[in-house]
């Protein structure tokens, strides 16, 4: 049991401060690696029907069915083709699991703790309710998500 | 012991005692108002294993309350006493069977069984005196030749003039008591580093006996191995356990040539080297009778012994499995018949001739779809569990509220899947407690009416197509509506103006949830839980529950649940280029429309005539909003489904083929969606969409 608490910690520790950053339109989301259960090309989405415009449908993940939405509607983007650089980052949480479509993924980031900060109160868009808090990356900015709120999100 | 060995018959242990005790409770409830002597062993037998059991266990404090109720019943069956006020005696079992019940769930949870069950010894110790004071006039002479039972408290005498057969090694009474014991040992040659098992043996002993001395005393030390190889190795302790368990206990020590155990009386002396022979395993009888005879006065093998063999004679043909491992199986099940048709429907495989393979693939069909019956009946369990455990529920409130009620239960062999009983055990309870408190009358109300006194209340389930219906039924006073209709809109549930509301709809209101209309708060009812646990938890496993009240006449609540949430027989349709699967059992039949059968009523309902019946037609394609589908009725296939007794034709662009499907649920994020079940893989490893078949008719 001790042993076990001691290996979480370490793993913890190694994924700390990471973000897999991803953008949508001209702007950098960061979500943090835990959540992050894998990143999977695009394929084929059995749609399901009367869903919220944002729901792609389900994929088929080795055997596990997830559901998928397309992050640029749920944010009240314009839609965009997907193109080669589109994929689709499975993220679970507790027992939620679902993939998001985003227009690209770029990097896993170490931010820490000192360069992240409260999110502006002005309401900057209608992302905002799920951006939980800005990260910087040299002069980059990051928009990191609260994915818990995210998923649990019906 | 090991903590796994522990463990695993912890889980036999409480599996074995929830048996027991469910078995008490509809042994007492079936037979309140007078015991047969059948039911007085069959109580004495009961007790006299859970006494066992948890003794062995070393739960004192259970084994302390069933010796109690044992011994009650013990005197109840030799002595047969007339006049008993039977409806005490019920409680005194029904609260230690409750005590029995508490403890287990603690353990269950891995705490401690801690409740102290003295008091409630003490007062069924009491109630046995009174019955015996009652009786002891009339049964005295007949008792005076008896010897006194088990537990008439010792006269002072009796201490001196000690019967032949001693002080009894029952661990429930030797929460104080400890036997000492003398013990040698012989490792068997050859096994080398004696001293380090003898150390062992000790250690382990510690765990069950205090005051070990042994002799060689320093065992550590490596000088010792010759003297322990050449006289063996003694020990004496003592030991609150009996003589059994300290000798299976010892028995397992590894590389043990020869084992004697010895209980001794009274202090113990210096070690005696011991002359008795000791070429022998087990050792010579005990000074103590075994532990079957659970009073001094030895009774002939009783009917309970013979019936009890009798039972384990049955028993042993049926083997308790943990539920996981057939979760685990059933999950290999679905992966084989998903595999299955990857193989046998594989893309590669098309425009072949390929003969003998399509003969001995029709062959793994078979055998594969027998397998997969085979495991679906393993978790098929009857509903009688459940539902006799409703007796003592109705039996408890009646008292309590002071109403007659009479549990009627039909069909209770009816089988369902063991994951889904899990689920509906509760919702059942429920809705009995709902009947009996809130619909049956109380005596002076009822009395005002032409019913009987005695209130029904009937539990009835019983198989439709591939769901399980279970009914209950009461003969109360009904749903008042106007009381929902009002608290519903006080609680702002309502969505339309009062009167358009049918009394059928404002009857569902009680299934939302924080809603009672009882206005007083009572102990079974009245909080607004409860009912809608019963819908919460019949959504889970995917069944819908109904009510139906005729005022001043009673109420029914039927709910419908499936038999199994696994594996269904499916039929694959095509709209607009995406595959849903229609369980089989809701498929009359399908066919082909002609332009001339086909008209639209004045709102705009399209319809059918089929051999001279008239259906309504559902287009698939309107009811999901989907593009592309097929829209002329007569170039898409119909589907007739029925659900119940209604029948609709379902319009679908083709039909692919019957398939099994492995029912997975829709991904969490996912609301529900009016018409659909869940999902499934198909073969290709595309997702199909299971129809819920009776999304179409609830409109």
């Known amino acids: 049991m001790e042993q076990n608490l001691f290996e979480t910690e370490r793993h913890d520790d190694t994924i700390k401060d990471q973000y897999l950053t991803f953008a949508i339109e001209d702007e950098d989301y960061g979500v943090e690696i835990a959540y992050v259960k894998e990143i999977i090309k695009m394929q084929s989405i059995t749609k399901v029907p009367e869903m919220p415009s944002f729901i792609e449908g389900i994929i088929n993940l080795r055997g596990d069915l997830i559901g998928v939405l397309d992050v640029r509607k749920r944010f009240g983007k314009m839609p965009k083709e997907h193109d080669e650089e589109t994929c689709i980052i499975v993220l679970s949480y507790s027992d939620y699991t679902l993939g998001m479509i985003v227009d690209a993924v770029q990097e896993t980031a170490i931010i820490p703790e000192d360069r992240i900060s409260a999110p502006p109160s002005a309401k900057l868009s209608y992302a905002n309710q799920f951006v939980r808090n800005i ?20 | 012991m090991s903590d796994f060995d522990r463990e695993s018959m912890l889980e036999m242990f409480i599996f074995e005692m929830t048996q027991l005790v469910d078995q008490l409770e509809s042994t007492i409830v079936q037979s309140e108002s007078e015991y ?3 039911q007085i062993n069959e109580i004495f037998r009961i007790m006299h294993t859970i006494k066992g059991s948890s003794a062995m266990m070393m739960f004192d404090n259970i084994a ?34 409750d005590f029995v019940k508490e403890e287990l769930a603690k353990i269950q949870n891995g705490e401690k069984a801690d409740g102290d069950g003295t008091e409630l010894s003490k007062t069924i110790d009491k109630f046995l005196q009174q019955i015996k004071g009652k009786e002891a006039p009339a049964a005295a002479p007949a008792k005076a030749s008896a010897p006194a039972p088990a537990a008439t408290p010792a006269p002072a005498s009796t201490p001196a003039a000690p019967p032949p057969v001693v002080e009894l090694p029952i661990s429930s009474t030797a929460g104080d008591y400890m036997h000492k014991y003398k013990l040698k040992i012989h490792f068997q040659d050859g096994c080398e580093m004696e001293n380090i098992r003898a150390y062992t043996l000790v250690h382990n002993l510690q765990e069950i006996a205090s005051d070990i001395t042994h002799v060689p005393h320093d065992v550590i030390d490596e000088e010792t191995i010759p003297i322990i190889r050449r006289d063996g190795f003694y020990a004496e302790f003592s030991s609150a356990n009996d003589y059994h368990f300290i000798h299976s206990h010892l028995s397992s020590t590894v590389y043990l040539r020869e084992l004697t155990l010895e209980e001794v009386e009274g202090d113990i002396v210096t070690p005696v080297v011991a002359d008795a022979p000791v070429v022998q ?7 103590v009778t075994a532990p079957e005879d659970i009073s001094p006065i030895a009774p002939p093998p009783t009917e309970a012994a013979i019936d009890a063999a009798q039972k384990k004679g049955t028993a042993s043909h049926m083997i308790s499995v943990n539920v996981s491992k057939l979760d685990a199986l059933l ?33 793994l069909r078979k055998i594969i779809s027998n397998l997969q019956q085979t495991v679906m009946g393993m978790r098929m369990v009857p509903l009688s569990a459940t539902f006799f455990r409703m007796h003592r529920i109705v039996r408890d409130m009646c008292r309590q509220l002071d109403k007659d009620v009479q549990l009627d239960i039909i069909g209770e062999e009816t089988e369902v899947d063991k994951n889904i009983i899990e689920h509906i055990a509760d919702p059942i309870m429920h809705i009995i407690r709902n009947s009996i408190d809130h619909g049956i009358e109380l005596k002076e109300e009822r009395a005002k009416t032409d019913k009987s006194s005695k209130a029904r209340v009937l539990l009835e389930a019983k198989n439709a197509g591939g769901d399980v219906l279970i009914i209950i039924k009461d003969d109360g006073r009904g749903i008042n509506t106007e009381k929902v209709l009002k608290k519903a809109k006080a609680n702002g549930l309502t969505s339309k103006p009062d009167s358009e509301y049918t009394d059928r709809e404002i009857q569902q ?17 009245g909080r607004g839980v409860g009912m809608d646990v019963v819908s919460s938890n019949l959504e889970i496993v995917g069944g819908t529950a109904l009510v139906d009240s005729v005022p001043g006449e009673g109420t029914t609540f039927t709910l419908k649940i499936p038999l199994t949430l696994a594996i269904i027989e499916g039929m694959s349709v095509l709209v607009a280029g995406a595959q849903y699967t229609i369980p089989i059992v809701h498929i009359i039949k399908s066919f082909k429309a002609q332009q001339e059968n086909l008209f639209t009523d004045p709102s705009g309902n399209e319809m059918i005539t089929e051999r001279g019946e008239i259906f309504n037609i559902v287009r698939l394609h309107e009811f999901f909003n989907i593009d592309g589908a097929v829209t002329d009725v007569c170039e898409g296939t119909l589907i007739m489904l029925e659900n119940g007794e209604h029948v609709v034709c379902l319009l679908v662009d083709d039909l692919i083929g ?13 609301r529900k969606v009016r018409g659909l079940s869940g999902c499934t893989l198909l073969g290709n490893g595309d997702i199909s969409l299971i129809i819920d078949v009776a999304g179409f008719f609830d409109k």
Do not use: C, W
Not at chain 2, 509 to 525: H, M
């Open chain 2, 658 to 670: 019957q398939q099994q499907a492995v029912v997975k649920s829709m991904p969490k994020y996912f």
């Open chain 2, 281 to 287: 395993t087990t050792v010579e009888a005990p000074p």
């Open chain 2, 331 to 363: 999950n290999l099940m679905g992966e084989l018949v998903i595999s299955e048709a990857m193989v046998t429907q594989n893309s590669e495989l098309d425009g072949l001739q390929l003969e003998s393979f399509n003969k001995e693939t029709r062959q």
């Open chain 2, 64 to 97: 302390g309350v069933g010796h109690s109720i044992e011994d009650l019943f013990y005197y109840l069956r030799e002595e047969n006493p007339k006049n008993l006020d039977y409806k005490r005696l019920s409680d005194h079992v029904l609260s230690g069977a």
């Open chain 2, 36 to 38: 047969n002597i059948d």
């Open chain 2, 509 to 525: 209101f009680i299934f939302l949830p924080g809603f009672s209309t009882n206005e007083q708060v009572t102990a079974y009812s």
């Open chain 1, 135 to 154: 990260g910087r990356v040299g002069d980059e900015v990051k928009l990191l998500m609260d994915v818990e709120r995210f998923l649990a999100q019906d």
